[in-house]
């Protein structure tokens, strides 16, 4: 698979010396590599990650489709995580399990707004979009409908940083730093 930008997203006019700037492996996976291009003027690189790529995760987008379907069919979380990932302690596979499910309900809630005429009449589940859609897999299908919205969608599923996608990053989400508490002997 080979991929291209015909044009700096920065400055379509083009006189930035927009070029290819290499490529990067993914772990996950194996053998994925990810075309890059660097714009001097704008200071920035841009990656071409394919549709069938999680995006600013490892794996591909049909695997999380999977993990958010068994989610949604089984009978708990936990059930799911059991089912999903037997070869880690029960806590962390339901991190892993509802880390996958709360990023593309996100998603899914948010594309109910940007695609009306599609998706409004629908649960935002993988189920209820599936159906609607008449897509399986639905998340490579679904990424190229939301083209023009990927850069405010969050990860997996859309481009945007997880500070304006969802998860905020700002200090303000930080514990604030005091001193130790007391009898902590420090």
Same mark, same amino acid.
């Given at each position: 698979?080979?991929?291209?930008?015909?044009?700096c997203?920065?400055h379509?006019?083009?006189?930035?010396?927009?070029?290819?700037?290499?490529?990067?492996?993914?772990k996950?996976?194996?053998g994925?590599r990810i075309?890059?291009?660097?714009c001097?003027?704008?200071h920035?690189?841009f990656?071409?990650?394919?549709d069938c790529?999680?995006?600013?995760w490892?794996g591909?987008?049909? %695997? &999380?489709?999977?993990?958010?379907?068994?989610?949604e069919?089984?009978p708990?979380l936990?059930a799911a995580? =059991?089912? $999903?990932? +037997?070869?880690?302690?029960?806590?962390? %596979? &339901?991190?892993?399990?509802?880390?996958r499910?709360?990023?593309?309900?996100?998603?899914?809630?948010?594309l =109910?707004? $940007?695609? +009306?005429?599609?998706?409004?009449?629908? %649960?935002?589940?993988?189920?209820a979009?599936?159906?609607?859609?008449?897509?399986t897999?639905?998340l490579?299908?679904?990424?190229?409908?939301a083209a023009?919205?990927l850069?405010?969608?969050?990860?997996?599923?859309?481009?945007?940083?997880r500070?304006?996608g969802g998860?905020?990053?700002?200090?303000?989400?930080?514990?604030?730093?005091?001193p130790?508490?007391p009898?902590?002997?420090?």
């Open positions: 698979m080979k991929a291209s930008l015909t044009c997203p920065l379509p006019a083009g006189g930035c010396g927009f070029a290819r700037h290499g490529s990067y492996a993914r996950r996976p194996w994925a075309a890059r291009w660097y001097p003027q704008g920035r690189t990656s071409l990650i394919p790529l999680a995006a600013r490892s591909k987008l049909q %695997a &999380v489709e999977v993990a958010v379907m068994t989610a069919t089984a708990s936990v995580a =059991r089912i $999903l990932r +037997p070869e880690i302690e029960e806590a962390g %596979a &339901v991190r892993w399990v509802r880390r499910k709360d990023a593309i309900d996100d998603c899914l809630h948010r =109910r707004g $940007l695609l +009306p005429d599609l998706l409004t009449d629908c %649960a935002p589940t993988l189920t979009c599936q159906i609607a859609l008449g897509q897999p639905l490579p299908a679904l990424r190229e409908i023009p919205w850069d405010q969608l969050p990860p997996p599923f859309g481009f945007a940083h500070c304006s998860v905020s990053t700002s200090p303000s989400r930080q514990h604030s730093m005091g130790d508490p009898g902590s002997g420090a």
